[in-house]
């Protein structure tokens, strides 16, 4: 064992309680002070010093754990003034426009009958083409035209003349929904 290890064992053993107690009065959080305690420590000690005992050793985990502390104090108030400026008021996203539209497209697909709910999300959200919508509904492709067609005009009237279902929509897969 080495003289640092020999010193800091027995500075662990004498003044651990001390040190804990002392952090926590700093911070004011048990595990707040545990962890200045630790950064002190390390502070002091990875640093070659000529410590005679514990009790100068103690000194000088103190006066660590004093600097540390004010300094992340003066970081977090640095940081307090200067973080809201670094975001932008044009910067963040208006999300109102989207929710708009679900809840548009929810109504629209609320108003229409099981088939032509089903036609619509098999063709729109899944992606699928009309031959094999009608695959999966075991529907003539005529048939899912129709309902496809029907169901557009009546999410029209309940939306309002602002829908327009793009032939590309945008799907999400399973697991990557929002």
């Known amino acids: 064992?080495?003289?640092?290890?020999?010193?800091?064992?027995?500075?662990?053993?004498?003044?651990?309680?001390?040190l804990a107690a002392y952090g926590y009065l700093l911070t004011g959080s048990q595990h707040a002070g545990e962890d200045l305690v630790q950064d002190a420590i390390v502070k002091v000690f990875v640093r070659r010093r000529r410590l005679p005992n514990a009790a100068a050793a103690e000194g000088y985990v103190r006066a660590a754990m004093r600097?540390?502390?004010?300094?992340?104090?003066?970081?977090?108030a640095r940081w307090r003034n200067?973080?809201?400026?670094?975001?932008?008021?044009?910067?963040?996203?208006?999300?109102?426009?989207?929710?708009?539209?679900?809840?548009?497209?929810?109504?629209?697909?609320?108003?229409?009958?099981?088939?032509?709910?089903?036609?619509?999300?098999?063709?729109?959200?899944?992606d699928l083409p009309v031959a094999e919508v009608a695959h999966e509904m075991r529907?003539?492709?005529?048939?899912?035209?129709?309902?496809?067609?029907?169901?557009?005009?009546?999410?029209?009237?309940?939306?309002?003349?602002?829908?327009?279902i793009d032939e590309r929509a945008d799907v999400v897969a399973k697991g990557e929904r929002r």
């Open 1 to 18: 064992m080495s003289a640092d290890d020999a010193l800091l064992t027995d500075l662990l053993e004498r003044a651990s309680g001390r």
């Open 67 to 76: 600097t540390l502390h004010v300094d992340r104090l003066r970081r977090e």
């Open 82 to 126: 200067v973080a809201p400026g670094l975001v932008g008021a044009g910067e963040l996203p208006d999300h109102a426009d989207a929710v708009a539209a679900s809840d548009a497209v929810a109504r629209g697909l609320a108003a229409l009958s099981p088939r032509q709910r089903t036609a619509v999300v098999l063709r729109y959200f899944d």
């Open 139 to 164: 529907l003539a492709t005529g048939t899912v035209k129709r309902y496809l067609s029907e169901a557009l005009d009546r999410m029209a009237t309940v939306v309002g003349a602002d829908l327009v």
